[in-house]
């Protein structure tokens, strides 16, 4: 694994408009973290906000956040919009445990659809429990 901080057009700490569903319109991501992983290649490591996505155990039974999520370059290229402002990985309420999580399930897996395909995903299996 090699810490990357920048390549073509992103950058850690940028927060980006992307498409989303007729649920979550607008979702905004911010890069925390981008790494090289073998085979993989580069993984963008993401947290998405201004999202309603079903979550059984949320007080409002909905959550207006992925903490973190991993994707592909070319699946974020697919979801992304426009550059609208930077912040810093620490400003992230949970993009560190979540990261760490995916860290300990052996590098669990990057998305390869776009955000809103994730999102359906997600949403989906856990409307399922």
């Not at 402002?85 to 999580?101: H, K, M, N």
């Amino acid at each position: 694994m090699v810490q990357i901080n920048k390549i073509d057009e992103f950058a850690v700490g940028q927060v980006w408009t992307c498409v989303g569903r007729a649920e979550d319109p607008d979702p905004r991501l911010v890069i925390g973290r981008m790494e090289r992983l073998g085979e993989l290649g580069v993984v963008a490591h993401v947290q998405i906000m201004g999202v309603k996505v079903y979550t059984p155990t949320a007080l409002t039974g909905y959550s207006h956040y992925i903490g973190h999520a991993p994707f592909a370059l070319d699946a974020l290229r697919r979801s992304i919009k426009d550059v609208v402002g930077e912040t810093t990985v620490e400003a992230l309420t949970d993009f560190e445990t979540g990261y760490q999580a995916w860290k300990r399930a052996d590098d669990g897996g990057v998305w390869d659809v776009p955000v809103s395909e994730m999102l359906a995903i997600i949403e989906s299996v856990l409307r399922k429990h």
